[in-house]
């Protein structure tokens, strides 16, 4: 089954409808989400990307990035995709949105006006193993020198994405 995503201006005012790969060749601007999950002891969930992803795979991420469908909020776009990939509910608020792009290979882009939700969750996960390889929890410090000592090893988004989550927070 083919994916779309919803092209949108930076005003986040719809512009389009584009099949997702044919979005990530051209580059063009559409809106996504990214879920970040924390334990009771404030370690952060990496999700380990599945090998059979087209772009990225085996990288590691985190917990959720994907895209709302036209008729969704970004908020059930993002509760969908916690279910369909890490097989879990949770409580997830919104805490900010911007716009980035990233360069993640073999002629393919992210060009995102991305909403960044932030939930808890210490149960059991059901992987959808054709999404996810693995999940770990890890402190912000620990991922910051894994970051920093093999960068290869994760997403180009997920480094955009932190460090802009730490600038909202301070962390």
Not at 2 to 26: C, F, P, R, W
């Amino acid at each position: 089954m083919e994916e779309y995503v919803v092209l949108v201006d930076s005003e986040d005012q719809v512009t389009g409808m584009m099949e997702k790969q044919q979005a990530h060749i051209n580059g063009l601007l559409h809106r996504a989400f990214s879920v970040f999950l924390f334990n009771s002891k404030g370690e952060m969930l990496l999700q380990k990307r599945a090998a059979g992803k087209y772009h990225s795979p085996l990288k590691w991420t985190n917990a959720v990035c994907s895209h709302p469908r036209m008729e969704e909020t970004y908020l059930e776009g993002a509760k969908r995709r916690v279910k369909e990939e890490l097989g879990i509910e949770t409580d997830l608020s919104e805490k900010f949105s911007f716009i980035y792009k990233a360069d993640v290979g073999n002629g393919l882009w992210e060009h995102e006006l991305d909403h960044v939700f932030v939930g808890t969750f210490e149960d059991e996960f059901h992987l959808n193993k054709e999404e996810v390889e693995e999940v770990r929890y890890i402190t912000i410090e620990d991922l910051d020198r894994e970051m920093s000592e093999n960068p290869e090893n994760f997403t180009e988004w997920f480094k955009i994405i932190l460090e802009e989550y730490k600038h909202h927070f301070n962390s």
